[in-house]
């Protein structure tokens, strides 16, 4: 089985603003009728690609907070793009380390092979690199997004 991790910001899409975290975390960052997000096409048509093939679990793995899934989710759907999960924190005080929240999902799926990520934060690059040590039977690549 694999796992396909995508980030939502200055990965997926640009940001039409200067990233900041409450920002962020406040429905208004993702409204329509305020910003243009850009979309990366490359990188959306990876998500395409993955999505569409069998024995792929297609995840969205964002360091917004819970407090804008639904809107994060409208959005998306706008785009056409779903994902079997959507890894955001929980509450604004919730851990900000995504290799917990991927570390759950592969826990869940004790049966993967294969994980691939895309991401622009080489921070969270090398926290991934990190967890994923412990997991020596998982094939990972990483695709960090400029």
Known sequence: MKLSFFDF????????YNE?????????SLSPRKWSF????????????ESNKKG???ILLS??????????KEFLNSQDMKFDYYLL????????LKSKRME????????????????DK?????DVKSMIQKYPNINIKINKVT
């Open 9 to 16: 910001d200055e990965t997926l899409f640009k940001l039409p």
């Open 20 to 28: 900041n975290t409450s920002y962020m975390d406040n429905p208004h």
């Open 38 to 49: 850009e979309a990366k096409q490359n990188i959306i048509n990876q998500y395409r690609v």
């Open 56 to 58: 792929v679990k297609v």
């Open 63 to 72: 360091n917004r907070t819970t407090n804008v899934i639904d809107y994060l």
């Open 89 to 96: 924190i929980k509450g604004s005080d919730g851990d900000r």
């Open 104 to 119: 759950k999902l592969i826990k869940k799926y004790p049966n993967t092979t294969n994980i691939e990520y895309w991401e």
């Open 122 to 126: 080489d921070k969270h690059i090398l």
